[in-house]
Structure formats: C-alpha cells, structure tokens
C-alpha cells in the first residue's frame, strides 16, 4: 500500500514535527509514503477559490498531474488541502468545459491533468485501516479522555468530502478509541474553532476558541485531538492569548491524530517533538501514569 503523499504549506513550514509524527505512524502500519518533486500550495480553499476560481482549478490540477502513484491516489495531513484537491476533482469532472479550460492552461507549462487522482485524508486512510491501527498499540493511552475536534474541512462541503457523516461523524472517535483512550463528548463539538476569522476579528476568533474550550473543561476531558494544522495552531496558539486577555489558566494539552497514534504505538514524547508543544502535555503524563515526568 502506496501513497503519494501532498504536505502543504503549514506543516512543512511551521509544524514539521506534526509531519514526523505521521511518517513513523505510517511507517510502523507498513504504508508507504512517496515524496513528490514540485508540488506547491493546495492552493487555500478560503483564499484564491474566493478570487478567482479558475486559477484556483489550474493551481490545483497541476499538483494531482503530478502523481505518480500506481494506483493514483495522494494522501494528505491537512484537511485544507484535501478540500482543495478533492474540489478540483468534483469541479473539472463535473464540467468539461472547466477541465478543458485547466488544460489548456497547463499545456503552457508542459502538463496535463486527466481528473482520475485520487485524494484521501490521512485520517481516512487510519480509519480504513483500523484493524492494523489496534494491533499496533502497544503503549494503550488509558486515562486519555480526549475532545475530539473535526473541524471544518475535514467535513464539508459534504458532497465534495464525501465519506463521513458532516452533522454526526465517528472516524476520529473510533481512532481514538482504538488507541486506548475515551472520547469525551461535548456540547460544542461540532463548531468552528475561530481560526478562518483571525485575521478579520481577532476578538470574534478568541471568542470562538474560548466557547469550544470551556465545553471542552467542562465535560472533563483532559486533552483535545485536531486533524487540521489550521485548528492545531488556533487551539495551542490562542490558549495563551485567552490567558492573557481574559485571565483565565486554560493549560489543555492539544495533540495531533497523528501524535496520539504514535505515542499509542510506543513512541516516546521527544522522539515525535512533543517539547516544541506550547502547551506541554507533562501534567497528563503524570496524572494518567503515562510516562512520569522527569
């Protein structure tokens, strides 16, 4: 089982210790990950697609040209970047007309997009294979009582996602559960994070990120999952930020799906890069006897 895998621009540039906890993860299932020589950005589905939608389309059918997979499909971290390039797909398949228009575009630098690479999300590909994700636990995470976060993109558009349920979704759950630890319901699972009004509101986003966090506290779990680096940073950037404007103590440890799983599959803390963590998850070590701190 082979994957070409799509990185992106946020993981690589700011998070790359996110990247080196999903390569050993998939490494340990037995799951290749092929690097891909020239992809650029996705690009953003809340940026260009808005300005400009036939560059959007060409931008992003010049990255699925450039698989070479067998078996033409692309993986990828970040649940941006899967919107994008499963929504040029559902686009230039969907309209003639729109494929023809990207080619000819294309041709200008010497490339040619069919429409049939296909894209998954890295979660996706850990739900599908769920039975190698248990038999790979070797360090349970009991006492882990995680507030799974799915967060936009991963979701919706639903008829361009297409595969888990946008309004009641479990994939994420089921992972985490498979992993040892409990998911932890709570009142505001499904709302937005805050991170895409940033830049706009940077009070209407603190506020969105403060809302999900006390439901989180308050249905008592003790770390949050996210699948998106977009959300990652807004949950382990902005609880400091909150501290400082609110004076609140939020200290909630967020981890990547990807970390979690590693960490379940005996890797230790700093060989994932947990220290380069803003919120520091030593506290939960200790208070579920998962690794003593030092």
């Known amino acids: 089982m082979a994957y070409d895998v799509f990185l992106g621009c946020v993981i690589p540039a700011r998070l790359p210790y996110l990247e080196a906890s999903a390569r050993k993860v998939f490494t340990r299932l037995g799951i290749q990950l092929n690097d891909v020589e020239g992809f650029s950005c996705c690009p953003d589905p809340t940026g260009i697609e808005q300005i400009d939608h036939k560059t959007w389309l060409a931008l992003g059918s010049r990255n699925l040209s450039l698989s070479k997979n067998q078996n033409g499909e692309i993986i990828s971290f970040c649940s941006g970047c ?122 209407l986003s603190l506020l969105l990120i403060e809302n999900k966090l006390k439901s989180i506290q308050n249905a008592g779990a003790n770390c949050v999952v996210v699948v998106c680096p977009a959300c990652y940073q807004q ?18 440890p967020i981890f990547y799906l990807s970390e979690l799983s590693a960490l379940a599959f005996g890797f230790k803390p700093d060989d994932i890069g947990l220290k380069f963590h803003r919120v520091r998850p030593n506290a939960l070590f200790e208070n579920t006897g998962f690794i003593k701190e030092s």
């Open 235 to 252: 949950f382990e950037f902005n609880q400091r930020e909150l501290n400082k404007k609110n004076n609140t103590n939020y200290d909630i």
């Open 82 to 203: 899967v919107e994008t390039l499963k929504g040029v797909n559902y686009y230039v398949n969907k309209d003639s007309e729109a494929l023809k228009e990207v080619n000819t575009i294309l041709s200008k630098v010497g490339k040619k997009y069919d429409g049939k690479t296909k894209v998954k999300h890295f979660a996706e590909v850990l739900y599908e294979n769920l039975d190698k994700v248990r038999d790979n636990v070797t360090r349970p995470l009991y006492g882990f009582k995680v507030a799974v976060h799915y967060g936009c993109h991963y979701l919706r558009p639903s008829e361009i996602i297409d595969w888990d349920d946008p309004f009641e979704p479990n994939t994420i759950d089921e992972i985490v559960k498979a992993l040892g630890a409990e998911s932890v319901d709570y009142e505001m699972k499904m709302e937005c994070c805050g991170n895409p009004v940033e830049k706009t509101d940077k009070d």
